[in-house]
């Protein structure tokens, strides 16, 4: 059931940082050893996995019983899955390949109630506590305490960044260091001038719209360097990538 409060949304009203991680693994055991681990929140990675409708319920009541929001990462600005996302009781989205102020209006109009947006109102699903929470209650909580994260990763994003970023209803823009070498010519070259400009004069525009700027880290140190550059929602690694780097240090140490 989507939580009377957003620990995430309120942290980042008081002006701090928050961060999370990816899920990959539709194991629900992953996301509880994660959960337990002392991350603000998770983002459930339904873009590049086999996660289907079923598996993403079992990973936001999992992530719920330990008192930590879920995010789900969709394939696109397709309203039925993000209806169906949150329909599970997750605390927001996370849309890619936003391109244009049209896009992300288009993904609030998916995620919320008239009369801010066009979202099919049902009070039966999980959500909604399966009809028992009462329906002014549920209202608020879609109102107050969903999340959405939208993608900076193109070309196009950049240069419409300042229409989009008047959407109301857009809480993060985030951008996607990968993407943007790929856009900028300098594919997988994450560092490169090109795409490390680019990323500081997003993250300048988002500041001085009143938004937050978030992206991914590959560690601890790689996230403080961010938190000094005005990056406030991060992303460090995700299940998977943490699963990798512990049995590579593990067998380094043993070999060395």
């Given at each position: ?11 980042l009203?008081r ?8 899920i990959?693994?539709?194991?629900p ?17 339904n ?17 719920e ?23 599970t ?17 288009k ?52 240069e ?9 209803g ?87």
């Amino acid at each position: 059931m989507l939580g009377a409060a957003n620990p995430v949304k309120q942290k980042l009203a008081r002006g701090e940082a928050v961060i999370g991680t990816f899920i990959k693994s539709v194991d629900p055991a992953m996301t509880e050893i994660v959960c337990q681990s002392g991350f603000d929140f998770v983002i459930l990675d339904n873009e590049h996995t086999a996660m289907n409708k079923e598996t993403l319920v079992q990973l936001v009541r999992m992530a719920e019983i330990h008192g930590v929001p879920a995010i789900v990462r969709v394939r696109d600005d397709d309203t039925p899955q993000i209806l169906q996302a949150l329909d599970t009781g997750a605390y927001g989205v996370q849309v890619p390949n936003l391109r244009t102020a049209s896009d992300a209006r288009k993904a609030v109009d998916a995620m919320y109630y008239g009369p801010r947006g066009k979202r099919g109102f049902a009070n039966t699903q999980r959500a909604a506590g399966y009809g028992m929470l009462e329906v002014g209650e549920y209202l608020r909580r879609v109102d107050e305490n969903l999340l959405f994260v939208g993608y900076c990763e193109t070309k196009e994003a950049v240069e419409n960044l300042d229409e989009i970023l008047e959407v109301d209803g857009l809480d993060i823009v985030f951008m996607g260091p990968s993407d943007l070498s790929q856009a900028f010519g300098v594919i997988g070259q994450v560092n490169h001038p090109l795409v490390q400009d680019t990323m500081d004069r997003v993250i300048a525009k988002t500041q001085r719209a009143g938004r937050v700027a978030g992206t991914v880290a590959s560690d601890g140190n790689a996230a403080k360097a961010l938190i000094a550059r005005g990056v406030r929602f991060i992303v460090m690694s995700s299940d998977h990538g943490m699963m990798a780097a512990s049995a590579r240090n593990m067998l380094a140490q043993f070999r060395s």
